[in-house]
């Protein structure tokens, strides 16, 4: 064991040459797994053209009067689920909950807003500590679109139309 150490001491190219070596072996599980996590959302993308999908912030949420388990559901967690939905008018119920975790919004009790949804977009709604037109002109008119811009005390739901799936 000594003698590699002090091989590796006169010799410090051979050590660095071996730590390139292993990151570049390593890194190719993660190439391969980018590339698949993008064909997946391509694929993805591709099948649900003719939809839209909301990204909900909150939890007991009913659309249309349904719970969410009659609905296609992804990237469901704790905080928050996107849904896909069929183009046109829904009604959204839930106690939303803020869209960021630097909002503080909790309204404490159930919210019911309608949504006119377009085929081939992303919406998202959650709360916020600001209007939307508040933080357009902070983010310099970096934000998107928005369909609903609801007052919850002194807190504001918004609900974005985000870029094309």
């Given at each position: 064991?000594?003698?590699?150490?002090?091989?590796?001491?006169?010799?410090?190219?051979?050590?660095?040459?071996?730590?390139?070596?292993?990151?570049?072996?390593?890194?190719?599980?993660?190439?391969?797994?980018?590339?698949?996590?993008?064909?997946?959302?391509?694929?993805?993308?591709?099948?649900?053209?003719?939809?839209?999908?909301?990204?909900?912030?909150?939890?007991?949420?009913?659309?249309?009067?349904?719970?969410?388990?009659?609905?296609?559901?992804?990237?469901?967690?704790?905080?928050?689920?996107?849904?896909?939905?069929?183009?046109?008018?829904?009604?959204?119920?839930?106690l939303f909950g803020a869209a960021r975790?630097?909002?503080?919004?909790?309204?404490?009790?159930?919210?019911?807003?309608?949504?006119?949804?377009?085929?081939?977009?992303?919406?998202?709604?959650?709360?916020?500590?600001?209007?939307?037109?508040?933080?357009?002109?902070?983010?310099?008119?970096?934000?998107?679109?928005?369909?609903?811009?609801?007052?919850?005390?002194?807190?504001?739901?918004?609900?974005?139309?985000?870029?094309?799936?």
């Amino acid at each position: 064991m000594s003698e590699l150490l002090l091989k590796l001491s006169e010799n410090p190219m051979i050590l660095v040459v071996g730590i390139l070596v292993l990151s570049c072996v390593l890194s190719i599980p993660c190439i391969i797994y980018g590339k698949h996590a993008k064909a997946k959302q391509e694929k993805f993308a591709a099948e649900n053209r003719q939809n839209a999908i909301l990204l909900i912030f909150g939890e007991k949420i009913t659309i249309d009067g349904k719970s969410l388990s009659e609905f296609q559901c992804i990237d469901k967690s704790k905080e928050s689920v996107s849904v896909v939905l069929q183009p046109g008018i829904h009604i959204v119920s839930a106690l939303f909950g803020a869209a960021r975790n630097v909002d503080r919004f909790r309204p404490g009790k159930e919210i019911e807003v309608e949504l006119d949804l377009q085929a081939g977009y992303w919406y998202s709604v959650g709360g916020y500590e600001y209007s939307a037109q508040q933080r357009k002109n902070y983010y310099k008119g970096q934000v998107p679109e928005h369909i609903l811009d609801l007052p919850v005390g002194n807190k504001f739901l918004i609900c974005y139309k985000d870029d094309r799936i």
